[in-house]
């Protein structure tokens, strides 16, 4: 009897352990393919509340302790998050014990992973943080595992971990019937194999042209940080003393900004750019930013983006988030206004209008942007389309570092753009199509701050990009013929 006790809490252990290193901050890629299987092992020697109780608070202790990288949201916020996405990630654990008489089959393996894909993907729907959490990303470092989302996206990915625990304990069960077993370790590996097939091949034999841009991306030192108190332009009797101090902390700024840009234009930058909210303006000086930029832009003739955060101290939603560029004639060519502010952060205090995601051709191809957060939301990034180069202005905090960067990869290879991510307190990256990091810079250890990018200036088309996320509904489709054909199926007698 205690042995047996011992034993139980020593797989509960090692079901937490592996819970929280299958998915965020202490994710290791292999880890959540043993978790899944074993876990969903566990749950079937259970009755059907009990199992969904055991993954309901192994997978929310997981989530909680891997995901815990929010400084700015209150604890019971982030155990309401937990809760929610533990509800959401136990539910196909409940769902397969409603068949636990139909096993025999090898059609009932998928009856798992597609209920992960489905609930995966509506909780990423009504989730504010967007795909922060998805299983997908766990995978991040399988680069040649990766290249299937260019056509199915990431719910393929956690279909296929899913569908490995299914498939596994429908071997473990079936291993005293040796056809079953070699019929089981067919398919799985068949399409395994096709996914790893067509990875290499995209990876190998359709890689980005030689032709390059070079590209300097600029986050500012920190000790040019704007300190000013937004509530001082409120009091008479300080407006002026803060207008004054706002003013000469934002001029020293924007120069250094600019000073930097020009010293990598001569150094042959075609394209530079600024990392999120990097420049700092008030509202009245925003027109004067844009004519100096403009006339740095026409003299240097290179594409220059300024990453913006203006400052309108009359309205208490007082920042407004931009990323504006100019082409080598000086004029405004994107105008663009953060898509998506984050909760409990930015959302409370930004003004932004929506005005999508804007592109322009040039001699280096279609080049389009956004700004951090905007990345973590495929479907926002579906308007991104086309694009050959996109840049991403961004600004992280070291708890989220890397996850962030990371996770904008993902968008490169859906729309089969070329990316830099530029991160003010992350890590900075550029990559190709592919996903494939070219250049980096820790804003933690760089001492200058720069980033230089030799980027292939041609993406190319992705299926993902076209048909978006059909793999979600053909998994329902799967899940409802299954079910239907199962149910057809006369119950396994003991």
Known sequence: ?????????????????????SNGQYAVFFAIWFFTALLLFA??????????LLAFLVIGSGYYIGFDVVPFLPVTISLI??????????????????????????LSTLIFPTSVVILEYLYHKINQYG?????????????????????????????????????????????????????????????????????????NFQSSNNKTVKIASISALDNLA???????????????????EAKKQTTKLNQYLFDKSIEEAEAGAKIVFWAEGNAVILKEDEQNLYKKASLVASDKKIYLGLGLAVINH???????????????NGEKVIDYWKGISVPGAEAPISDNKYTGIQKIETEYGIIGGAICFDLDFPNYLKQAKGSDIFLAPSNDY?????IHTDMAKFRAIEQGFNLIRQTSNGLSIGTDYTGKVISQMDHFTDNKKILITQLPTKGVKTIYSKIGDSFIALCFLILISVIILLKRQPLKTN
């Open 1 to 21: 009897m205690k042995s047996n006790i011992i034993q139980k809490a020593l797989l509960v252990l090692i079901l937490l352990i592996l819970s929280i290193v």
């Open 43 to 52: 749950v079937r020697k259970l009755n059907r509340w009990q199992g969904f």
């Open 81 to 106: 998050i937990s809760i929610i996405f533990s509800v959401f990630a136990s539910l196909p654990y409940l769902i397969d014990s409603f068949f636990s008489k139909k096993r025999d089959s090898f």
């Open 131 to 203: 795909t922060w959490g998805h299983f997908a990303y766990s995978q991040q470092s399988q680069h040649i595992l990766l290249q299937s989302i260019s056509i199915l996206g990431m719910g393929y990915i956690t279909f296929l971990i899913m569908w490995f625990a299914s498939v596994s304990n429908w071997i473990y069960e079936q291993r005293s019937k040796k056809e079953n077993v070699k019929k089981g370790i067919l398919i799985y590996s068949l399409v395994i194999s096709i996914t790893f097939i067509y990875g290499g091949y995209r990876t």
């Open 226 to 244: 704007v300190s000013f108190d937004i509530g001082g332009f409120k009091k008479q009797e300080t407006k002026h003393e803060t207008r004054t």
């Open 314 to 328: 009359t309205k208490a939603k007082f920042l407004e988030n931009k990323f504006v560029v100019f082409n080598p």
């Open 398 to 402: 070291r708890e989220i570092d890397p």
